[in-house]
């Protein structure tokens, strides 16, 4: 079960990258009959990552970010597994912060920023 958040997650970030904005779950609940889950991706955060590709120091930009909150942001290998995880707290207009993920293999990572309300994700690519 531990999986599921982290397929729809990989889910939500297929469906954003071919134009869709809405996702239909079907989720099975124990000795009952199937539900169905409608839900809309929000990801209006203005967020951006540079440079990419990057040789592992990347930038975070949020523009408007009046009124987010506490951003959980997260980067996970392209095969899932969680490689680093922080949170901050963004308000004013514009939030810019660096990530240091030098440490890291060369490869495709995804960089997810989340709040209460929205969910966003993009592709980062180290090349050292």
Do not use: W
């Not at 990552?49 to 959980?72: A, C, R, W, Y």
């Amino acid at each position: 079960m531990k999986r599921l958040p982290l397929l729809v997650l990989f889910f939500a970030l297929y469906v954003c990258t071919h134009g869709q904005d809405t996702i239909r779950l079907q989720v099975p609940a124990p000795c009952s009959s199937p539900s169905f889950i409608d839900t809309r991706l929000d990801t209006d955060f203005g967020f951006s990552i540079f440079p990419n590709p990057s040789t592992g120091v990347f930038h975070l930009q949020i523009k408007d970010s009046e009124e987010l909150g506490l951003m959980n942001l997260t980067v996970t290998s392209i095969h899932g597994a969680l490689v680093y995880q922080t949170q901050f707290y963004a308000s004013g207009k514009e939030l810019q912060t660096s990530v240091n993920l030098s440490k890291l293999s060369n490869g495709h990572y995804i960089v997810s920023l989340s709040n209460k309300q929205k969910i966003a994700s993009k592709k980062l690519i180290l090349k050292k």
